[in-house]
T-cell receptor
Framework: EPEVTQTPSHQVTQMGQEVILRCVPISNHLYFYWYRQILGQKVEFLVSFYNNEISEKSEIFDDQFSVERPDGSNFTLKIRSTKLEDSAMYFC????????????FGQGTRLTVV | RKEVEQDPGPFNVPEGATVAFNCTYSNSASQSFFWYRQDCRKEPKLLMSVYSSGNEDGRFTAQLNRASQYISLLIRDSKLSDSATYLCVVAHYNQGGKLIFGQGTELSVKP
């Protein structure tokens, strides 16, 4: 079964450092997403991406965040200057269509900012 | 008001029990509805979509009441392997498939 893959599975970084979280969505999917989940809290939408541009972003997704699809397979989330409160599980997801059809999630990257 | 609200939980039930989860959503523009399952520290996985006519998948039955903005999930004959957090999720067609999650209800099925 096709799957969304994320790397790394766990990243520890110092406050103020830049991190890049990587995702390989399912190959025939067209819509890509990043979500985050702070420990003990709900899953929160960060950003959606379609046709090489952001289609929607949440209030969380401020100027410290950016997304990119540098080639035909990877989809990345960059946090420019990490804060302690960025510590969370980050999930990448992809869908064939952007109409609320089934989203497939990667296994997540646990980001710990120290 | 939270856009998606679920029963607080946790639910602790014996094997074989029937358990029901409730969820309400506040945005009438919501047009797709789902139940996802999340195991501890893992990614959410789709359990089932929810349709206005109601739908069933084995031991799982989902119901949607658009007038009341209410979604439910019924698990019959619960198994130990059903222990997980159940997430109520909605999506809006005009928001590019963005999913809005409830905070989840934890279920623990005991022998």
């Amino acid at each position: 079964e096709p799957e969304v893959t994320q790397t790394p599975s766990h990243q520890v970084t110092q406050m103020g450092q830049e991190v890049i979280l990587r995702c390989v969505p399912i190959s025939n999917h067209l819509y890509f997403y990043w979500y985050r989940q702070i420990l003990g809290q709900k899953v929160e939408f960060l950003v959606s991406f379609y046709n090489n541009e952001i289609s929607e972003k949440s209030e969380i997704f401020d100027d410290q965040f950016s997304v990119e699809r540098p080639d035909g397979s990877n989809f990345t989330l960059k946090i420019r200057s990490t804060k302690l409160e960025d510590s969370a599980m980050y999930f990448c997801a992809s869908t064939i269509q952007g109409d609320g059809t089934e989203a497939f999630f990667g296994q997540g990257t646990r980001l710990t900012v120290v | 008001r939270k856009e998606v609200e679920q029963d607080p939980g946790p639910f602790n039930v014996p094997e074989g029990a029937t358990v029901a989860f409730n969820c309400t959503y506040s945005n009438s523009a919501s047009q797709s509805f789902f139940w996802y399952r999340q195991d501890c520290r893992k990614e959410p996985k789709l359990l089932m979509s929810v349709y206005s006519s109601g739908n069933e998948d084995g031991r799982f039955t989902a119901q949607l009441n658009r007038a009341s903005q209410y979604i439910s999930l019924l698990i019959r004959d619960s198994k130990l392997s059903d222990s997980a957090t159940y997430l109520c999720v909605v999506a809006h067609y005009n928001q590019g498939g963005k999913l809005i999650f409830g905070q989840g209800t934890e279920l623990s099925v005991k022998p």
